[in-house]
């Protein structure tokens, strides 16, 4: 194919497809105690991203932190999924004026060039899950991919802290902030979260995310005060050296497509 087709504006049916293929792709985005609370919504050559508020759970996300940051793991999905299927989108996030639960909008412009850094990202979905940690047996993370994984997260405008085993109970674990505490940084730390655990996957490195320390206002607060030089906890993640592939994983259950795309 030409160059000159690959730029060149899709149709709005053509458009659509790829977008509803994207929807489906970021149903397999990791979700805190997978509430999947996420629900597209599709109209041409738009995608609409919303919150849904009776998947938050009131006793452990009281404001809706961790479903949003839930809700930044799909819109990473869905975003890698335009690119690598060669799709030149906008995204634009929390709208000015928009409903408060309409978290992000992509629109399609053209066709473009295959990312294939995003396309390296895309095949790390299915193996995601099954690449589990490992007993403890003292092997640490290496480094090269420790690098990887804290890049991929710092492309997506939020931060890695390395904990010490004293701080975390626990050798390789790490500390996912944000330079602020608002919804925004909260979704776009989901986005991080995404690709950074996708990284991790192409990189044979386990993630296992872990919320308790960031459930109450009390417990970020003494997580703050406690690690210096750090944003605003968003999330710990406890990585280790992969296991067999699939081995002992749970299949774990994802809404269908009807469920999460609401097609205009």
Do not use: K
Request: glycine letters at 6%.
């Amino acid at each position: 194919m030409e160059i000159d087709a690959l730029t060149y504006p899709a149709d709005t049916r053509t458009a659509a497809l790829a977008l509803a293929d994207a929807a489906e792709t970021a149903g397999y985005a990791p979700s805190i105690r997978d509430t999947q609370p996420w629900r597209w919504r599709l109209t041409g050559d738009t995608l609409d991203l919303h919150l849904v508020r009776s998947r938050v759970l009131p006793d452990s996300d009281p404001d809706g932190r961790l479903a949003t940051l839930s809700c930044g793991a799909a819109l990473h999905h869905a975003r890698i999924a335009m690119a690598a299927h060669g799709w030149q989108i906008t995204v634009n996030r929390m709208l000015q004026g928009a409903d408060r639960d309409l978290l992000a909008r992509l629109h399609v412009h053209r066709r473009a060039p295959a990312d294939l850094p995003a396309a390296r990202l895309l095949r790390a979905i299915p193996a995601r899950g099954a690449v589990v940690r490992s007993p403890a047996d003292g092997t640490p993370v290496d480094r090269a991919a420790l690098t990887a994984i804290t890049t991929a997260v710092m492309t997506e405008d939020t931060r890695l802290y390395e904990l010490r085993a004293d701080q975390a109970g626990d050798a390789d674990t790490v500390l996912l902030h944000a330079a602020h505490d608002e919804p925004f940084d909260w979704l776009r730390a989901g986005e991080a979260l995404s690709a950074g655990w996708l990284t991790a996957t192409g990189h044979d490195v386990s993630v296992t995310p872990d919320s308790v320390l960031i459930e109450t206002v009390a417990t970020r607060r003494a997580l703050r005060a406690m690690i210096a030089d750090t944003g605003f906890p968003c999330l710990i993640l406890r990585l280790g050296t992969a296991g067999p592939a699939g081995a002992g994983v749970p299949h774990t259950f994802r809404r269908p497509a009807d469920q999460i795309i609401e097609r205009y």
